[in-house]
């Protein structure tokens, strides 16, 4: 085998190796956290972290099946089925990723009805909703017009030309546009808008800056105290900080690849297969490098890992026979 493909079976082993292993302690951490369970920001990124998973899981299958090594047989589970999880698990963890951003704007700028707007309950509802939505979005993957191609042995939507038609100029645009270009606005912005209103409140407590506070919106006391964020707040702002980043980064080479692949087939089918996977590798980071960028960020979150690490070193030394 060549140089780039060893490359990309040792990328995507660290990859998704060190992706599963991370998500897996994060939701350890996650779900030993009492506080951290009790606020809507909290139950995002744990549900985030599990669609993570699952996506990071169909990458896997999708990756092996370049080398030959199919996880699944049948044409049902191989071509619609992986493929409809996969799409599906990227948006949400995708919209979960808006979701949080928006919860923590919101508890910015209503301070007093975020209370009534950011629950845990209404955090499950609206993933109910995405669920929903998105599972009717993405279930033309189980079209039997997707099969497998009987010379190369790779899926197949190329029996129709009206489904190749649509899959090229109907699914992949408007994909780009909901998993990715709006995603990207949104958060944008909601970030941008959060930190302005953190700068505002840090100067109104300030008593060296004497302004006029009237047209300042106010900031929840759960949020900024005197000035200075609540530990678990500034744990979970840095988290969200660090998610819409590295999405941004991650998500877009791919969706745009994708596109442009449709629409000018310019590499062999070979070389377009090795691309894809080199980017599928990089854009599957986003859904594995959460829990290592947490730790560089947060020191709290580094404390609770710690934390929750010595409490488990102690329990399996506990179960060791004498």
Not at 15 to 24: A, D, E, P, R, S
Not at 128 to 151: A, E, G, K, R
Not at 309 to 318: D, E, S, V
Request: proline fraction near 4%; glycine fraction near 4%.
């Amino acid at each position: 085998m060549s140089f780039l493909v060893w490359f990309e079976i040792i990328a995507a082993c660290i990859t998704y190796g060190l992706g599963f292993i991370g998500n897996i302690l994060s939701l350890i951490i996650f779900f030993s956290q009492e506080e951290f369970r009790h606020v809507s920001t909290g139950v995002l990124f744990i549900l985030m972290t599990l669609s993570n998973n699952i996506h990071l899981w169909t990458l896997i299958t999708e990756f092996l099946a370049v080398f030959n090594i199919y996880v699944y047989s049948g044409v049902v589970l191989r071509c619609r089925l992986n493929y409809f999880i996969q799409n599906l698990s990227r948006t949400m963890s995708t919209y979960l990723a808006v979701t949080i951003t928006l919860d923590r704007l919101i508890r910015s700028e209503l301070p007093m009805r975020s209370r009534i707007i950011c629950t845990r309950q209404n955090a499950l509802k609206l993933t109910v909703v995405y669920l929903i939505i998105f599972s009717i979005l993405y279930s033309f993957w189980f079209c039997p017009m997707i099969t497998l191609n009987p010379i190369t042995n790779t899926c197949y939507s190329g029996q129709s030309p009206i489904f190749s038609d649509f899959i090229s100029n109907i699914y992949l645009p408007v994909r780009l546009i909901i998993v990715c270009i709006i995603p990207v606005i949104i958060m944008s912005l909601a970030n941008i808008r959060m930190l302005f209103n953190i700068r505002q409140s840090r100067r109104r407590v300030d008593p060296r800056n004497q302004i006029d506070n009237t047209n300042i919106p106010a900031v929840s006391t759960s949020i900024i105290t005197n000035g200075r964020m609540t530990p678990i707040d500034r744990m979970l702002f840095y988290m969200m900080l660090i998610s819409v980043g590295t999405f941004v980064v991650t998500q877009i080479p791919f969706n745009i690849y994708s596109l442009i692949r449709a629409n000018y087939e310019t590499l062999d089918m070979y070389t377009h297969l090795l691309v894809r996977a080199i980017l599928l590798i990089w854009s599957s980071i986003y859904f594995g490098i959460g829990f290592y960028l947490y730790c560089l960020a947060s020191p709290l979150f580094r404390e609770k890992f710690i934390r929750v690490t010595k409490k488990l070193i102690t329990f399996i030394c506990r179960l060791r026979p004498a």
